[in-house]
């Protein structure tokens, strides 16, 4: 238990998944302190922060925190908390890892292999270092992809919604970034300004020769476009752990298609990162519960009567 060391505090499990919105209801009022469910199998909305008239804090046990009204929760003085970067190298990892299939056409030789075939020269492929990479979001993760591709010499081009410094990386508009990348790398978070934000017109920036790897949020990407891209050759393929709806549909296109490479939403689950997860949630909630100001909060509102972090 994160605080079950702790005889003053009364811990409340939700375990029904996905829970129904009455019981969610009935956990949340009269907490003093709400962890959200991380897989985000229900949303934290305005009927439930209603219900919170006295929490002191709302930690999401994950990096994206669309799961919760935030918005609202600031109008009702509701902090949200956010576990940022706890997992950024394992996602930085799976990016360069996705990347480095796409170009060697890794995953489609060995499913070739396995079939009985020999696809030497069909797996001759493209070398990192000589593309622009385009970052998209360069906060803990998009950093850290950042620079484990500075060793492979690749030029680094980002766009960030605030101007940001980093070693080896240029600053540009993200039509800039479309039009110039190779490969462009989604790390921003999902947010009503970026829902949707690779749509049809976005991709068609994009070079036909062009790589889209998302590892962030699914729908910051219209999957129907991207679709269409995909079968059309404006882009040449795509590498997608999160999607607009999960589970992805069985009957998807994305499975069938050669030049795709799917992960099911496990670019940040490693052992080092769960680990840094209940780390995390740990000492936020217990700063909470000792009247210090939590770490980390997205919505820019001070918890109750706390001292300043």
Request: glycine share 8%; proline share 5%.
């Amino acid at each position: 238990m994160l605080v079950g060391d702790r005889p003053d505090v009364k811990t409340v499990l939700l375990q029904e998944q996905p829970p129904a919105p009455e019981a969610v209801l009935a956990v949340v009022a009269g907490a003093d302190v709400v962890i959200s469910d991380k897989r985000h199998l229900h949303r934290i909305d305005r009927a439930a922060l209603e219900a919170m008239a006295g929490c002191r804090l709302i930690q999401v046990p994950a990096v994206g925190f669309d799961a919760v009204d935030h918005r609202a929760a600031a109008e009702l003085r509701i902090p949200v908390a956010n576990a940022a970067g706890y997992n950024k190298e394992a996602v930085a990892d799976w990016t360069l890892m996705a990347v480095l299939t796409l170009l060697r056409r890794a995953a489609w030789g060995d499913r070739r292999l396995r079939e009985g075939a020999w696809p030497k020269w069909e797996m001759g492929g493209r070398e990192l270092g000589s593309m622009t990479v385009g970052i998209i979001g360069l906060g803990n993760v998009g950093s850290s992809v950042a620079a484990r591709l500075r060793p492979f010499g690749a030029r680094v081009i980002f766009n960030d919604v605030v101007p940001r410094a980093s070693e080896g990386a240029e600053q540009v508009s993200l039509e800039e970034l479309l039009r110039a990348s190779d490969i462009v790398c989604i790390h921003c978070v999902l947010d009503r300004d970026t829902r949707g934000l690779m749509d049809a017109g976005k991709l068609a920036l994009m070079k036909p020769t062009g790589i889209l790897v998302n590892a962030a949020r699914g729908p910051i990407v219209d999957e129907a476009a991207l679709i269409e891209a995909l079968r059309s050759g404006r882009i040449a393929g795509a590498a997608l752990d999160v999607f607009e709806i999960e589970p992805l549909a069985e009957d998807s296109p994305l499975r069938s298609m050669e030049n795709v490479f799917l992960s099911p939403h496990v670019a940040g689950i490693t052992a080092e990162s769960e680990a840094a997860l209940l780390e995390v949630v740990r000492e936020n909630v217990g700063r909470v519960l000792d009247g210090l100001e939590p770490f980390n909060v997205v919505n820019g509102v001070r918890a109750k009567n706390a001292q300043p972090a």
